[in-house]
Nanobody, 126 residues
């Protein structure tokens, strides 16, 4: 299973970006999926998660109301829509897939995920 993230870039504070993650070598229809980020000099942190049914989502507090995670199982793709971006959102964003979970399962711990993408860099200027 391979994950590849796209869509990062440079944006001004208050702007928006939509990053996506395509999966090959497996069908994501039963995979809980997540997004994490890592800023320079900092630990990786959870951003958002979505159950494989898409019925349940979960976000870190600092992005609630600004970020939205979604998925299209037919396209084997997960998205992260980021609005009202702030300089503190600057980081490399990584998508992840878990092999196990119920239709409503979401994971915020990176230890729950089995596969990781290579990351896409998001830079927010002030």
């Amino acid at each position: 299973v391979q994950l590849q993230a796209f869509g990062g870039g440079l944006v001004q504070a208050g702007g928006s970006l939509n990053v996506s993650c395509t999966v090959s070598g497996g069908r994501i229809s039963t995979y809980p999926m997540g997004w994490f980020r890592q800023a320079p000099g900092k630990d990786r942190e959870f951003v958002a998660a979505i159950s494989w049914s898409g019925e349940r989502t979960y976000y870190r507090d600092s992005v609630k109301g600004r970020f939205s995670i979604s998925r299209n199982n037919a396209l084997n793709t997960v998205y992260l829509q980021m609005n009202n971006l702030k300089p503190e959102d600057t980081a490399a964003y990584y998508c992840s897939a878990a092999l196990e979970g119920q239709s409503y399962t979401v994971y915020s711990s990176d230890r729950a995920y089995d596969y990781w993408g290579q990351g896409t860099l998001v830079t927010v200027s002030s």
